[in-house]
């Protein structure tokens, strides 16, 4: 499957470049949250010691008005 940058994926490293040489493993860990107030823990039970994190931008989509808002 090709990717197209920035159409399809975004990546993130200290340098802010395009391409970066990384030998590491990935782990995934959903939307990235861990938010005790909503019993939400992306990172439960992973370690990402020594990995690259994949994370999907944004927050999970909700109808719920109460979901994810500054206050809980």
């Known amino acids: 499957m090709q990717l197209k940058y920035r ?3 975004v990546g993130q ?3 802010q470049g ?3 040489d990384i030998d590491a493993p990935i782990v995934f860990v959903g939307y990235g949250i861990d938010a005790p107030e909503y019993q939400w823990d992306d990172y ?3 370690d990402v010691k020594g990995k690259v994190v994949l994370i999907i931008v944004n927050q ?3 109808k ?3 979901f994810f808002t500054a206050a809980p």
Do not use: M, Y
Request: hydrophobic residues 15%.
């Open 44 to 46: 439960k039970g992973i």
């Open 7 to 9: 159409d399809d994926f």
């Open 60 to 62: 999970p989509p909700s």
């Open 64 to 66: 719920d008005p109460k």
């Open 13 to 15: 490293q200290q340098t």
């Open 18 to 20: 395009e391409s970066a």
